[in-house]
Protein backbone atom coordinates (compact mmCIF):
# COMPACT_ATOMS: atom_id res chain seq x y z
CA UNK A 1 0.00 0.00 0.00
CA UNK A 2 1.13 3.22 -0.93
CA UNK A 3 1.52 6.25 1.49
CA UNK A 4 1.54 9.97 0.98
CA UNK A 5 4.64 11.62 1.20
CA UNK A 6 3.99 14.30 4.40
CA UNK A 7 4.60 17.87 2.86
CA UNK A 8 7.09 19.68 4.76
CA UNK A 9 9.19 22.99 4.92
CA UNK A 10 12.70 23.95 5.58
CA UNK A 11 14.86 26.15 5.30
CA UNK A 12 18.72 25.94 3.27
CA UNK A 13 21.41 28.87 4.52
CA UNK A 14 24.56 29.44 2.71
CA UNK A 15 26.73 31.59 5.13
CA UNK A 16 29.86 33.11 3.76
CA UNK A 17 29.22 31.21 0.26
CA UNK A 18 29.27 28.33 2.04
CA UNK A 19 26.21 26.03 2.65
CA UNK A 20 25.86 25.60 6.75
CA UNK A 21 25.79 21.48 6.88
CA UNK A 22 23.25 19.07 7.80
CA UNK A 23 25.15 18.70 11.57
CA UNK A 24 24.58 22.64 12.17
CA UNK A 25 20.54 23.16 10.51
CA UNK A 26 19.47 20.12 12.88
CA UNK A 27 19.98 22.75 15.12
CA UNK A 28 18.10 25.62 13.78
CA UNK A 29 15.53 26.34 16.59
CA UNK A 30 13.40 29.13 14.70
CA UNK A 31 14.11 31.16 11.34
CA UNK A 32 11.75 34.19 10.65
CA UNK A 33 11.81 36.34 7.76
CA UNK A 34 10.04 39.54 7.07
CA UNK A 35 9.69 40.95 3.36
CA UNK A 36 8.22 45.04 3.29
CA UNK A 37 7.07 46.70 0.10
CA UNK A 38 8.29 50.06 0.12
CA UNK A 39 11.27 51.82 1.14
CA UNK A 40 11.63 49.75 4.23
CA UNK A 41 14.42 46.84 4.93
CA UNK A 42 13.52 43.31 4.81
CA UNK A 43 15.47 41.58 8.09
CA UNK A 44 15.54 37.64 9.27
CA UNK A 45 16.46 36.15 12.36
CA UNK A 46 17.94 32.76 13.20
CA UNK A 47 18.22 31.36 16.57
CA UNK A 48 20.44 28.20 16.93
CA UNK A 49 20.16 25.92 19.91
CA UNK A 50 22.26 23.24 21.17
CA UNK A 51 21.44 21.97 24.06
CA UNK A 52 24.83 19.77 25.32
CA UNK A 53 26.95 22.86 23.99
CA UNK A 54 29.12 20.51 22.08
CA UNK A 55 28.95 21.42 18.95
CA UNK A 56 27.87 24.68 17.59
CA UNK A 57 29.89 26.82 19.68
CA UNK A 58 32.91 24.89 18.52
CA UNK A 59 32.15 25.10 14.77
CA UNK A 60 30.06 27.92 14.25
CA UNK A 61 30.84 31.29 16.16
CA UNK A 62 28.88 34.36 13.96
CA UNK A 63 30.88 38.03 13.15
CA UNK A 64 29.01 41.30 12.45
CA UNK A 65 29.08 41.55 8.48
CA UNK A 66 28.76 37.90 7.98
CA UNK A 67 26.75 37.25 4.56
CA UNK A 68 24.09 34.81 4.62
CA UNK A 69 21.54 33.67 1.51
CA UNK A 70 18.41 32.04 3.26
CA UNK A 71 16.20 29.82 0.66
CA UNK A 72 12.65 28.45 2.11
CA UNK A 73 12.09 25.22 0.40
CA UNK A 74 8.12 24.02 0.32
CA UNK A 75 8.32 20.06 -0.39
CA UNK A 76 5.53 18.08 -0.91
CA UNK A 77 3.23 20.66 -0.65
CA UNK A 78 0.49 20.41 -3.31
CA UNK A 79 1.66 17.49 -5.17
CA UNK A 80 3.97 14.79 -4.79
CA UNK A 81 7.68 15.10 -5.15
CA UNK A 82 7.15 19.06 -6.27
CA UNK A 83 9.21 21.43 -4.50
CA UNK A 84 8.64 24.93 -4.28
CA UNK A 85 11.92 26.75 -4.10
CA UNK A 86 11.92 30.45 -2.62
CA UNK A 87 14.83 32.30 -2.61
CA UNK A 88 14.66 35.40 0.23
CA UNK A 89 17.78 37.35 -0.78
CA UNK A 90 21.30 38.33 0.79
CA UNK A 91 21.72 39.49 3.97
CA UNK A 92 24.17 40.62 6.03
CA UNK A 93 24.83 39.70 10.33
CA UNK A 94 23.70 42.70 12.12
CA UNK A 95 23.39 41.78 15.38
CA UNK A 96 24.00 38.25 17.18
CA UNK A 97 23.90 36.90 20.55
CA UNK A 98 25.26 33.91 22.34
CA UNK A 99 23.80 32.56 25.44
CA UNK A 100 25.02 29.79 27.64
CA UNK A 101 22.56 28.25 30.03
CA UNK A 102 22.63 25.45 32.13
CA UNK A 103 25.38 24.22 29.91
CA UNK A 104 22.98 24.77 26.45
CA UNK A 105 24.18 26.94 23.68
CA UNK A 106 22.09 29.07 22.28
CA UNK A 107 23.45 31.89 18.96
CA UNK A 108 21.16 34.60 18.24
CA UNK A 109 21.46 36.10 14.93
CA UNK A 110 19.34 39.35 13.28
CA UNK A 111 20.43 40.07 9.55
CA UNK A 112 19.35 42.78 7.09
CA UNK A 113 20.40 43.68 3.46
CA UNK A 114 24.14 44.51 3.50
CA UNK A 115 23.05 48.25 1.91
CA UNK A 116 21.21 48.89 4.66
CA UNK A 117 24.13 49.38 7.44
CA UNK A 118 26.17 51.12 4.14
CA UNK A 119 25.86 54.81 3.87
CA UNK A 120 22.67 54.42 1.76
CA UNK A 121 20.96 54.27 5.24
CA UNK A 122 23.31 55.53 7.68
CA UNK A 123 25.09 59.05 6.12
CA UNK A 124 22.92 62.54 6.19
CA UNK A 125 23.26 64.54 3.40
CA UNK A 126 22.39 67.47 1.72
CA UNK A 127 22.18 68.55 -2.16
CA UNK A 128 19.58 69.58 -4.26
CA UNK A 129 18.91 68.28 -8.34
CA UNK A 130 17.17 70.85 -10.99
CA UNK A 131 15.24 69.98 -14.11
CA UNK A 132 16.50 66.44 -13.37
CA UNK A 133 15.10 63.14 -14.61
CA UNK A 134 13.78 60.68 -11.23
CA UNK A 135 16.00 58.47 -13.07
CA UNK A 136 19.38 60.23 -12.53
CA UNK A 137 18.64 61.20 -9.11
CA UNK A 138 18.32 57.21 -8.15
CA UNK A 139 21.38 57.01 -10.81
CA UNK A 140 23.45 59.75 -8.93
CA UNK A 141 22.69 57.99 -5.40
CA UNK A 142 23.43 54.09 -6.51
CA UNK A 143 26.85 55.08 -8.46
CA UNK A 144 27.58 57.17 -4.85
CA UNK A 145 27.00 53.68 -3.29
CA UNK A 146 28.58 51.56 -6.33
CA UNK A 147 25.12 49.33 -6.22
CA UNK A 148 23.34 48.16 -9.20
CA UNK A 149 20.03 50.67 -10.35
CA UNK A 150 16.65 48.74 -11.43
CA UNK A 151 14.74 51.30 -12.92
CA UNK A 152 11.53 49.53 -13.99
CA UNK A 153 9.26 52.63 -14.26
CA UNK A 154 8.01 55.64 -16.08
CA UNK A 155 10.67 58.73 -16.53
CA UNK A 156 9.56 61.03 -14.46
CA UNK A 157 11.33 65.53 -14.51
CA UNK A 158 11.61 67.12 -11.43
CA UNK A 159 11.53 70.90 -11.06
CA UNK A 160 13.48 70.82 -7.97
CA UNK A 161 13.96 68.04 -5.64
CA UNK A 162 16.39 69.05 -2.03
CA UNK A 163 17.78 66.67 -0.09
CA UNK A 164 17.88 68.48 3.19
CA UNK A 165 19.69 66.35 6.32
CA UNK A 166 18.74 62.88 5.05
CA UNK A 167 19.90 59.78 4.24
CA UNK A 168 20.02 58.64 0.47
CA UNK A 169 17.87 55.57 1.29
CA UNK A 170 15.20 57.96 3.12
CA UNK A 171 15.55 60.70 0.51
CA UNK A 172 15.10 58.47 -2.36
CA UNK A 173 12.27 56.53 -0.93
CA UNK A 174 10.01 59.98 -0.43
CA UNK A 175 10.80 60.96 -3.35
CA UNK A 176 9.37 57.68 -4.92
CA UNK A 177 6.42 57.66 -3.04
CA UNK A 178 5.48 61.30 -3.97
CA UNK A 179 5.92 60.32 -7.29
CA UNK A 180 3.98 57.07 -7.23
CA UNK A 181 6.61 54.91 -7.45
CA UNK A 182 7.72 51.80 -5.19
CA UNK A 183 11.45 51.56 -3.45
CA UNK A 184 12.54 48.15 -2.90
CA UNK A 185 16.54 47.58 -1.42
CA UNK A 186 17.61 43.86 -2.09
CA UNK A 187 20.70 41.98 -3.53
CA UNK A 188 23.16 44.97 -3.12
CA UNK A 189 20.20 46.69 -5.47
CA UNK A 190 18.52 49.71 -5.50
CA UNK A 191 15.02 49.03 -7.02
CA UNK A 192 12.07 51.49 -8.46
CA UNK A 193 8.79 50.63 -9.99
CA UNK A 194 5.66 51.50 -10.54
CA UNK A 195 3.33 51.46 -7.19
CA UNK A 196 -0.14 51.78 -9.07
CA UNK A 197 -0.58 47.97 -8.64
CA UNK A 198 -0.22 46.02 -11.71
CA UNK A 199 1.05 42.72 -9.87
CA UNK A 200 -0.57 38.75 -10.94
CA UNK A 201 -4.15 38.75 -9.23
CA UNK A 202 -4.51 35.59 -7.11
CA UNK A 203 -8.13 34.77 -5.42
CA UNK A 204 -7.90 33.71 -2.15
CA UNK A 205 -11.51 32.03 -0.63
CA UNK A 206 -12.26 30.85 2.96
CA UNK A 207 -10.02 27.34 2.52
CA UNK A 208 -6.89 29.62 2.32
CA UNK A 209 -6.87 31.49 5.87
CA UNK A 210 -6.66 30.87 9.20
CA UNK A 211 -7.98 33.86 10.06
CA UNK A 212 -7.89 38.03 9.49
CA UNK A 213 -8.79 41.36 11.28
CA UNK A 214 -9.71 44.58 9.36
CA UNK A 215 -9.37 48.29 10.28
CA UNK A 216 -11.25 51.13 8.70
CA UNK A 217 -10.46 54.29 9.47
CA UNK A 218 -11.78 57.49 7.95
CA UNK A 219 -9.45 60.24 9.98
CA UNK A 220 -6.72 60.67 7.00
CA UNK A 221 -9.01 60.07 4.06
CA UNK A 222 -9.37 62.10 1.21
CA UNK A 223 -11.58 61.98 -2.01
CA UNK A 224 -10.28 64.52 -4.11
CA UNK A 225 -7.18 66.67 -4.89
CA UNK A 226 -6.78 70.40 -5.08
CA UNK A 227 -3.67 72.07 -7.16
CA UNK A 228 -3.20 75.91 -6.83
CA UNK A 229 0.08 78.13 -6.87
CA UNK A 230 0.88 81.44 -8.33
CA UNK A 231 2.74 80.94 -11.47
CA UNK A 232 4.95 84.29 -11.91
CA UNK A 233 5.77 83.55 -15.65
CA UNK A 234 2.23 83.29 -16.90
CA UNK A 235 1.04 85.81 -14.08
CA UNK A 236 -1.85 84.13 -12.95
CA UNK A 237 -2.75 81.13 -10.83
CA UNK A 238 -2.18 77.79 -11.91
CA UNK A 239 -5.02 75.57 -10.70
CA UNK A 240 -6.12 71.70 -10.77
CA UNK A 241 -8.98 69.61 -9.30
CA UNK A 242 -8.75 65.79 -9.63
CA UNK A 243 -11.93 63.70 -8.07
CA UNK A 244 -11.45 59.93 -8.78
CA UNK A 245 -14.44 58.03 -10.33
CA UNK A 246 -14.45 55.64 -6.92
CA UNK A 247 -13.85 58.49 -4.54
CA UNK A 248 -14.31 57.42 -0.80
CA UNK A 249 -18.12 58.27 0.43
CA UNK A 250 -15.76 60.25 3.25
CA UNK A 251 -13.32 62.44 3.24
CA UNK A 252 -12.02 66.07 2.45
CA UNK A 253 -9.97 67.41 -0.66
CA UNK A 254 -5.94 67.11 -0.48
CA UNK A 255 -4.38 70.90 -0.93
CA UNK A 256 -1.44 70.79 -2.75
CA UNK A 257 0.86 73.64 -4.12
CA UNK A 258 3.39 71.54 -6.17
CA UNK A 259 4.19 73.29 -9.24
CA UNK A 260 3.95 71.16 -12.35
CA UNK A 261 3.99 72.22 -16.28
CA UNK A 262 0.82 71.49 -17.23
CA UNK A 263 -1.93 69.29 -16.43
CA UNK A 264 -1.14 65.91 -17.70
CA UNK A 265 1.59 66.80 -14.91
CA UNK A 266 -1.14 67.77 -12.31
CA UNK A 267 -3.09 64.83 -12.89
CA UNK A 268 0.08 62.65 -12.07
CA UNK A 269 1.18 64.42 -9.15
CA UNK A 270 -2.61 64.66 -7.84
CA UNK A 271 -2.83 60.34 -8.16
CA UNK A 272 0.49 59.58 -6.88
CA UNK A 273 -0.62 61.81 -3.51
CA UNK A 274 -3.81 60.43 -3.19
CA UNK A 275 -2.83 56.98 -3.77
CA UNK A 276 -0.10 57.64 -0.90
CA UNK A 277 -2.79 59.04 1.43
CA UNK A 278 -5.68 56.84 1.06
CA UNK A 279 -3.85 53.31 0.81
CA UNK A 280 -4.40 52.85 4.50
CA UNK A 281 -7.92 53.78 4.52
CA UNK A 282 -8.81 50.03 5.02
CA UNK A 283 -5.89 47.93 6.20
CA UNK A 284 -6.09 43.94 6.95
CA UNK A 285 -4.43 41.33 8.27
CA UNK A 286 -4.15 37.76 7.74
CA UNK A 287 -2.93 34.31 9.47
CA UNK A 288 -2.81 32.46 6.04
CA UNK A 289 -1.91 28.48 5.37
CA UNK A 290 1.83 28.74 3.96
CA UNK A 291 1.56 29.02 0.42
CA UNK A 292 4.73 29.98 -1.68
CA UNK A 293 3.40 31.73 -4.61
CA UNK A 294 2.17 35.30 -2.13
CA UNK A 295 4.98 37.44 -1.50
CA UNK A 296 4.80 41.13 -0.74
CA UNK A 297 3.57 42.94 -4.53
CA UNK A 298 0.93 40.28 -4.79
CA UNK A 299 -2.76 41.05 -5.44
CA UNK A 300 -5.47 39.21 -3.49
CA UNK A 301 -9.55 38.79 -4.16
CA UNK A 302 -11.48 37.88 -1.90
CA UNK A 303 -14.46 35.21 -2.08
CA UNK A 304 -17.36 37.17 -0.48
CA UNK A 305 -16.29 38.22 3.04
CA UNK A 306 -17.12 41.28 5.00
CA UNK A 307 -15.47 44.22 4.08
CA UNK A 308 -13.23 41.80 2.06
CA UNK A 309 -14.95 43.11 -1.58
CA UNK A 310 -11.63 45.16 -2.63
CA UNK A 311 -8.53 44.06 -4.16
CA UNK A 312 -6.18 44.37 -1.50
CA UNK A 313 -2.24 44.34 -2.17
CA UNK A 314 0.07 42.42 0.15
CA UNK A 315 2.71 45.54 1.98
CA UNK A 316 4.42 43.15 4.85
CA UNK A 317 4.68 39.44 4.43
CA UNK A 318 6.27 37.31 7.80
CA UNK A 319 7.43 33.54 7.37
CA UNK A 320 8.02 31.95 10.77
CA UNK A 321 9.43 28.72 11.02
CA UNK A 322 9.48 26.99 14.35
CA UNK A 323 10.99 23.81 14.51
CA UNK A 324 8.81 21.66 11.75
CA UNK A 325 5.85 24.21 11.79
CA UNK A 326 5.61 27.18 8.94
CA UNK A 327 3.26 29.87 9.40
CA UNK A 328 2.81 32.66 7.14
CA UNK A 329 1.32 36.01 7.92
CA UNK A 330 0.52 39.09 5.59
CA UNK A 331 -0.29 42.77 5.83
CA UNK A 332 -2.28 44.42 3.08
CA UNK A 333 -3.40 47.82 2.16
CA UNK A 334 -6.57 48.44 -0.69
CA UNK A 335 -5.66 48.65 -4.44
CA UNK A 336 -6.72 51.73 -5.29
CA UNK A 337 -7.20 52.19 -9.02
CA UNK A 338 -6.35 55.71 -9.90
Same mark, same amino acid.
Not at 67 to 81: A, M, Q, R, S, V
Not at 128 to 149: C, F, M, P, Y
Given at each position: ?18 E ?74 ? &? ?15 ? #? ?11 K ?62 DN @? ?8 ? &? ?10 C??? #? ?11 H ?21 ? @? ?12 N????E? #? ?60 ? @? ?7
Amino acid at each position: MLTQKTRRAYVRILYKNKELTRDITQFIAKFEYTERLDGEADDISLSFLDKYGTFIYEHFLPDRGDTLIPTLYFEHWYKEDEIHEVSLGEFEVD &EFEIENSLGSQIISIKA #VPALVNSSLAGQKKNRAWENVKLSAVAGDIANTQGVELLYQAKEILLRRVDQKNQSDLVFLAGVCRQNGLRLKVADN @KIIIEESKEQ &EKRRIITQSDYCSFN #VRVQSQDVYNGVHIKYYDALEEKDFEYQFTPQNAP @KVGKVLELNDRVKNFAEAEQ #VAKARLREKNKKAVELTMKIYPNPFIRCGTRLEFSPVAYLGETFIVSEMNYSLDGKTLLQNL @KLNLCLEY
